[in-house]
T-cell receptor
Framework: DQQVKQNSPSLSVQEGRISILNCDYTNSMFDYFLWYKKYPAEGPTFLISISSIKDKNEDGRFTVFLNKSAKHLSLHIVPSQPGDSAVYFCAASARNSGGSNYKLTFGKGTLLTVNP | KAGVTQTPRYLIKTRGQQVTLSCSPISGHRSVSWYQQTPGQGLQFLFEYFSETQRNKGNFPGRFSGRQFSNSRSEMNVSTLELGDSALYLC??????????????FGQGTRLTVV
């Protein structure tokens, strides 16, 4: 049962254009969402996050949008750069009965290729 | 400030053996989590430790175990290795005392190959 889904295994974009990476989730208890970027042979690097009380969070070229009714979030990268080429993971977290979040549930990732 | 350090980086073991992986979190971080990454399943949560206590555990068999020491360093152990245990094992540390509600910093991982 995959609670976080990234349905596009790969995405190819031209340098300077917008990259849009999508993520869907099924668990309505998720209340915090994160995006990670991963290069080969390295651990994931945190990019940006959003709380379920917001619908948008922006950090430089990266913007995350959350649509709770559709259980959907997306990461927009504008403008895309060749150095953005990596695997992008969507992750979600839910509070346990003690009110804390102890684990992340990850999607399977989307390989973004930005062509010069 | 040093990042999360995982040792060893690469490991080859035979089916039936056991293995211990080590993780040193960022100085001052007391929360350490372990994840398994495989091509088919993506990143899956194994367990999380805080102040030497396991606070949450994923859906893995009992062959997977872990512990955390008083200096926050953590180890995970896999006994009776199976071919399907071949994966990248990632450790993440966090400064959050209430779990991973803020960003978690990942190490480079240990690539385990079971033959």
């Amino acid at each position: 049962d995959q609670q976080v889904k990234q349905n596009s295994p790969s995405l190819s974009v031209q340098e300077g254009r917008i990259s849009i990476l999508n993520c869907d989730y099924t668990n309505s208890m998720f209340d915090y969402f994160l995006w990670y970027k991963k290069y080969p042979a390295e651990g994931p690097t945190f990019l940006i996050s959003i709380s379920s009380i917001k619908d948008k969070n922006e950090d430089g070229r990266f913007t995350v949008f959350l649509n709770k009714s559709a259980k959907h979030l997306s990461l927009h990268i504008v403008p895309s750069q060749p150095g953005d080429s990596a695997v992008y993971f969507c992750a979600a977290s839910a509070r346990n009965s003690g009110g804390s979040n102890y684990k992340l549930t990850f999607g399977k990732g989307t390989l973004l290729t930005v062509n010069p | 400030k040093a990042g999360v350090t995982q040792t060893p980086r690469y490991l080859i073991k035979t089916r039936g053996q056991q293995v211990t992986l080590s993780c040193s979190p960022i100085s001052g971080h007391r929360s350490v989590s372990w994840y398994q990454q495989t091509p088919g399943q993506g990143l899956q949560f194994l367990f999380e430790y805080f102040s030497e206590t396991q606070r949450n555990k994923g859906n893995f068999p009992g062959r997977f175990s872990g512990r955390q020491f008083s200096n926050s360093r953590s180890e995970m152990n896999v006994s009776t290795l199976e071919l399907g245990d071949s994966a990248l094992y990632l450790c993440a540390s966090s400064s959050s005392t209430t779990g991973i509600y803020t960003e978690a910093f990942f190490g480079q991982g240990t690539r385990l190959t079971v033959v």
